[in-house]
T-cell receptor, first 116, second 114 residues
Framework: AQTVTQSQPEMSVQEAETVTLSCTYD???????LFWYKQPPSRQMILVIR??????QNATENRFSVNFQKAAKSFSLKISDSQLGDAAMYFC?????????????FGQGTRLTINP | NAGVTQTPKFQVLKTGQSMTLQCAQD?????MSWYRQDPGMGLRLIHY???????DQGEVPNGYNVSRSTTEDFPLRLLSAAPSQTSVYFC?????????????FGPGTRLTVT
């Protein structure tokens, strides 16, 4: 079974600075997808960024980018120019690319605080 | 287009009571699922469905029942509530044919069992 580990329960960063959230995963599969979700105090789960394992290029969405290291099974999220609205819980998630697979496996989450 | 809706938003139950958490989506998504979120444990899959009439167990199915009689609705039933079921419950849906497709989450239901 696949597992996802986020080893940083809490992180904080000064507004406008850059912060990196860590995620490692364990799988025997060669093809899969990785995701970062944001959960603000409203509880709504919001997809931030996604990565296909067979693509070597790291995904980028505006101020959010990932560092995907397939051999190391690492998938970190970098937030540049942090804003107060970035404060939230962040979850890393894995999904198999096996045909028909739909289930997400989540990490424990990292609570990000932005200091003004 | 309302997306994924869940009712109620909050619920308090006594041990032994039963109830149904409602989930509906209007995006014609084949895949629907239920997760529970507990502090320090992320979201864990309870049950899921790949289409009307088809359901299967996830990681933590004990104490919960589901059915999928229509594409739109995927209710979660607590048969006899226990304090260990105190949690926040999320319903999600996804278009089944999109391998990298996004899972859309509902706003969640906070359940407290006393």
């Amino acid at each position: 079974a696949q597992t996802v580990t986020q080893s940083q329960p809490e992180m904080s960063v000064q507004e406008a600075e850059t912060v990196t959230l860590s995620c490692t995963y364990d799988t025997s599969e060669s093809d899969y997808y990785l995701f970062w979700y944001k959960q603000p105090p409203s509880r709504q789960m919001i997809l931030v960024i996604r990565q296909e394992a067979y693509k070597q290029q790291n995904a980028t969405e505006n101020r959010f980018s990932v560092n995907f290291q397939k051999a190391a099974k690492s998938f970190s999220l970098k937030i540049s120019d942090s804003q107060l609205g970035d404060a939230a819980m962040y979850f890393c998630a894995y999904r198999s690319a096996f045909q028909g697979a739909q289930k997400l496996v989540f990490g424990q989450g990292t609570r990000l605080t932005i200091n003004p | 287009n309302a997306g994924v809706t869940q009712t109620p938003k909050f619920q308090v139950l006594k041990t032994g009571q039963s109830m149904t958490l409602q989930c509906a989506q209007d995006m014609n998504h084949e895949y629907m699922s239920w997760y529970r979120q507990d502090p320090g444990m992320g979201l864990r899959l309870i049950h899921y469905s790949v289409g009307a009439g088809i359901t299967d167990q996830g990681e933590v199915p004990n104490g919960y029942n589901v059915s999928r009689s229509t594409t739109e609705d995927f209710p979660l039933r607590l048969l006899s509530a226990a304090p260990s079921q105190t949690s926040v419950y999320f319903c999600a849906s996804k278009k089944g044919t999109e391998t990298l497709g996004e899972q859309y989450f509902g706003p969640g239901t906070r359940l407290t069992v006393t």
